[in-house]
């Protein structure tokens, strides 16, 4: 169970580094920008990427309880904390910086890498891929939200 919380709080921690980045800006900056059709309300987004951070942290911990720490096992774990990574950095990107363009080509590299993470966890735990599929499917709703963003205020 202490890996699990130690997923959960990675996981959260990288929450935390993009509310940091977004809350200051959203009355300001976001808030004045003309908004791509479909936006969600501002109150959507925390309630979603809690839990899709939680659905990628227990993914994560399935895969690490499985064992195999040298093969397919690390691999996938390295893709996962990649991803995770890329998924940190895009909140300061277009947030804090104001930097859609940019913001777009790490979002889709974030939807490349946690497609490859997918594929890889499919391979060692099928429940543990299937609980990253949300995150994907939220992830390509935000690349178009991300380019619509650019879009309207380039």
Do not use: E, S
Not at 105 to 133: G, Y
């Amino acid at each position: 169970m202490w890996a699990l919380a130690g997923f959960l709080g990675l996981t959260l921690l990288v929450a935390a580094v993009a509310g940091l980045a977004t809350v200051p800006n959203i009355k300001t900056w976001y808030a004045v920008l003309p908004h791509p059709p479909f936006t969600p309300p501002n109150g959507v987004f925390g309630p979603v990427w809690t839990v899709l951070y939680i659905g990628m942290a227990i993914a994560a911990w399935r895969i690490w309880r499985c064992g195999d720490v040298l093969g397919d096992h690390q691999r996938a774990l390295n893709l996962w904390g990649w991803q995770l990574g890329v998924n940190a950095i895009w909140a300061p990107i277009f947030f804090a910086l104001h930097r859609p363009a940019l913001a777009i080509a790490v979002i889709l590299a974030l939807d490349v890498m946690v497609t490859l993470t997918i594929i890889a966890f499919r391979r060692i735990d099928r429940i543990a891929a299937i609980l990253m599929v949300p995150y994907l499917a939220w992830g390509c709703f935000a690349t178009y939200l991300t380019i619509g963003f650019w879009w309207l205020n380039r």
